[in-house]
């Protein structure tokens, strides 16, 4: 029996019989991730709500025939009625609510959006930086945060206000301001176990430096775990919108984001309940969507599955 | 410990099926594996990473996964095991058949010193008193061979070395007084002179009780000095078996021999004498390799598992797959070569 | 000395615990190599190899002790400096997947230290290096798109090799790396390294607790333990005649896959296990499971020793 085994470790034998099955470009672990995701119902079906709450959002308003602003006299306390064109009914000055809902919409989302993106990026690079550098560096900036964590956040939200004024552009930067912190916690953590990885010490190996390792190592490798607080992070800054909103120190006349309609609904509770209730079931149905969003996220990046 | 009859096998396997549920397809760990052990004798299980060697006997156990299915036969005495209920699989573990895994520290309770871990074995099997239990903990820490056994009752695993902690699992799947003690991989994370500290155990606690083992491991060189009879395993099937000394002098199935070339060409010493075929083929300084590497599970060839990665392979090997043909007394070897005027087909005993 | 790689001089790494206490890793470990050498390190759990080849590699400072490359101090350079010398000196892991970053694809890893370590080549140079690697640890062009997760062990530890070797350094450090594979694959990536050593001029400083690997791989051998060196010499007259014990006891302990000669076996195996790195015993530290041990042992650190032609022990009762 001649030529039972194949001596030489690097034959051509070795590389055509080692490739893979087949696919076209490679599979990367997003990749998996997403397929996964896709699987999952009820992040698929918020998905496809939460996309239609946002394009209705947006388009909604230009395509009713009555504006945001515009008040109707005859309708004021009206309830909702089909024939007429005012599926929500009006709210209390006489505006149509379902415009004014959508309207809202556009608003609570977009805060739920921008804030949450710059909670991101200013979290995500302050806590690689420190995780990564490490002692005092680390311990400096996590005091820091920490000593921020106290600083109540009203009070920092309503002094904002008493210096700038009342502007949308403030309350994005206010709120996030402040969730950053959680961020800046979550990706630190990561970091630290990170650091310790065999690709970390290979690439520092292969001489990749500092800001590069953070960069190109680091991040991309926490963003699944940032990912998942993302979509849970959102909901939570719709709701302190709303809550600021609410106490009335959000947005302005005539804009309007769902904290407002609720606000303005609750004190019409007994006698109006629609002008309570559909802003209200917007906002709900939207929290909902997102967090079955942020745990279908979760299961698809559970690195066990790989 | 009864002492069974001694032509009766102790543990009779047939047609051993296991498949995990997964989301990329179905992987087919176990595909159609049957053997028998007999009273008192050592089996090692030879095999590498997908070789099924492992899922064989936790599909034995009744230890699978959740996304783990077996079907097919597994006897311990006549009493069938695959698919039985838990009272029945809890009354035969630990009792009848005492196992030892790789790692001890994730065996271990990290919570429960080592003695209650030991006590808990003898009371909840075999109805013994507290006091007596200790009694009996003490001693088996002694005949594995730890010192100052008293003392180490009240010990946590954290506070043992490796080769402590997997002396006291050697304890704890004896202290029942099994028939079958079934060891997979138990030296691999310790260090080498630790591992012939505890094969050395291994070897007396085989001889001493009558008891049978069940040695799986990866490496040829360990399963050496304790097997009566080897049992090699490729993608989930058995591809040779035999007694230990004729296997490693002639060994048949051409996975079995590459194997062993890749593991002798490491050591010189190892002194069989060369195939001849090998020395011819390998440029001075080169090891004997297989090319290639093993199947994915999830989708087996048509034909012999092997076939891709074997020299000898015919046509006839990619159509379908070879059975046990008998190659000696006792000797099995799943290889269509062996069909060429050689013994008729072995058919499977009942 | 024109050819001397690497010179290491009373390399200490402690690691200082809460108190007095400090785990000795690295203890006083002195060797050199030449070019085109394969060093082999062989110790078990604790004896300090991964530490002592993190060390020559820069990636854990030393306590104390030298590290001369090429006849420079490697203490005394600035970081700007021991920068330019990185791409000298490459390493390979044991986990083969886990040293490569999951998210990126096999080009942009294996081109990482091009980019590091040579950042005026042109894009194109880069691709060409890469593919060229690729194809010479025995890959196919299409293994550059994918992802390390999408190989086998032996292939991710080929992926590791090209991405060492694409700065063409004269030193390839290898902490374990065959330990995590299959024997099959294990002598394929050992055949693959011996070839691109040839064909590389490369110093190969190759770690491992299987001493069979490190036989067949290795020109001369060190055995650790505890972080010291116990025995240094020749491969073949280390393992023909060991001179210390645990040299001896390591030979005898490994399993040969020969039931003859395994079943009427020799000495009974070593007793006892590696002591904690913590404050390990005074004088040798081996003498709590020497079979040899005397007065002497406990208050004597023995020196390394020439006792042969290339033969080196650290012992007062050599064989």
Known sequence: ?306 | ?350 | MSDQLLAARHLRVLFPLKGDQAVHAVDDVSFSMRERETLGLVGESGCGKSTLARAIMHLQPLTSGQIIWRGVSLNALKPRELHDRRREFQMIFQDPLASLNPRMTVATLVAEPLRALRPNLRAEEVRDIVSNMIGRVGLEPSTLDRYPHEFSGGQCQRISIARALVVDPKLLVCDEPVSALDVSVQAQILNLLKELQASHDLSLLFISHDLSVVRHMSDRIMVLYLGRIMEFGSRDRLLDSPRHPYTRALISAAPIPNPEIERTRRAPPLKGEVPSPIDPPSGCVFRTRCPKAAERCTVDVPDLRPIGPGQNVACHFPN
């Open chain 1, 1 to 306: 029996m001649a030529g039972l085994i194949h001596g030489c470790g690097m034959s051509d034998a070795d590389a055509t019989m080692e490739a893979p099955p087949p696919i076209i470009g490679g599979r990367s672990l997003w990749q998996d991730a997403r397929r996964r995701l896709m699987r999952n119902k009820a992040a698929v079906a918020s998905m496809i709500v939460l996309l239609l709450i946002a394009v209705a959002s947006v388009v909604g308003p230009m395509l009713s025939p009555h504006p945001v602003d515009e008040i109707y006299w005859d309708l004021i306390g009206v309830g909702p009625d089909w024939q007429n064109g005012f599926y929500f009914g009006a709210d209390a000055n006489g505006r149509d609510l379902f415009v004014r809902t959508l309207y809202g919409g556009r608003i609570s989302l977009m805060v739920g959006v921008v804030a949450t993106v710059v909670a991101l990026v200013i979290g995500v690079t302050y806590g690689a930086v420190a995780g990564y550098a490490g002692g005092r560096v680390d311990n400096l900036m996590m005091r820091t945060v920490d000593i921020l964590y106290a600083i109540p956040f009203m009070f920092f939200v309503i002094l904002l206000m008493v210096f700038f004024g009342r502007n949308i552009i403030l309350i994005f930067v206010a709120i996030g301001a402040v969730e950053w912190l959680d961020m800046a916690r979550i990706v630190r953590g990561q970091t630290l176990s990170l650091r310790e990885k065999e690709f970390v010490e290979a690439a520092v190996a292969s001489g990749v430096r500092g800001a590069a390792i953070v960069r190109r190592h680091v991040i991309p490798n926490t963003l699944g775990p940032v990912m998942v607080y993302m979509t849970l992070l959102v909901p939570k800054v719709i709701l302190v919108e709303s809550f600021l909103s609410f106490l009335g120190l959000g947005v302005q006349e005539p804009m309007t984001s769902w904290g407002v309609l609720i606000s303005e609904g609750a004190r019409q509770m007994e006698e109006a309940p629609w002008m309570l209730g559909f802003p209200a079931a917007f906002l709900g149905v939207t929290l909902l969507c997102l967090n079955f969003i942020g745990d279908g996220l979760r299961d698809a990046l559970d690195p066990r599955d790989r």
């Open chain 2, 1 to 350: 410990m009864e002492n069974p009859s001694p032509l009766e096998p102790l543990l009779k396997v047939k047609d051993l099926h296991t498949k995990f549920t997964g989301p990329d397809g179905d992987v087919n760990a176990v595909n159609g594996v049957t053997f028998e052990i007999k009273a008192g004798e050592t089996v090692g299980v030879v095999g590498e990473s997908g070789s099924g060697k492992s899922q064989t006997f936790m599909s034995i156990l009744g230890l699978l996964a959740r996304n783990g299915v077996a079907s097919g036969s597994a006897e311990f005495h006549g009493e069938e095991l695959i698919g039985a209920s838990n009272r029945t699989l809890n009354k035969v573990r630990g009792r009848a058949i005492g196992t030892i895994f790789q790692d001890p520290m994730t065996s271990l309770n990290p919570y429960l010193p080592i003695g209650r871990q030991l006590t808990e074995m003898l009371t909840v099997h075999r109805k013994v008193k507290a006091k007596e239990a200790r009694y009996a903990a003490a001693q088996i820490l002694s005949t594995v061979g730890l010192p100052d056994p008293s003392a180490q009752l009240r010990r946590y695993p954290h506070q043992l070395s490796g080769g402590m902690r997997q002396r006291v699992m050697v304890a704890m799947a004896l202290i029942a007084d099994p028939e079958l003690l079934i060891a997979d991989e138990p030296t691999t994370a310790l260090d080498v002179t630790v591992q012939a500290q505890i094969l050395e155990l291994l070897r007396s606690v085989g001889r001493d009780r009558h008891r049978s083992v069940i040695l799986i491991s990866h490496d040829f060189g360990v399963v050496a000095g304790l097997a009566d009879r080897i049992l090699v395993m490729y993608a989930g099937a058995i591809v040779e078996q035999g007694p230990a000394a004729d296997l490693f002098r002639a060994p048949r199935h051409p996975y079995t021999r590459a194997l062993m070339a890749c593991t002798r060409g490491l050591d010189p010493e190892a002194g069989l004498p060369a195939d001849g075929d090998l020395a011819v083929e390998l440029p001075p300084g080169h090891l004997p390799s297989i090319p290639g590497q093993p199947p994915d599970l999830r989708r087996l060839p048509m034909g012999c598992a092997f076939q891709p990665r074997c020299a000898q392979a015919r046509a006839r090997c990619l159509l379908s797959a070879p059975e046990n043909y008998a190659v000696g007394p006792d000797r099995l070897s799943a290889c269509f070569l062996e069909r060429k005027g050689m013994a008729p087909k072995l058919v499977p005993s009942s």
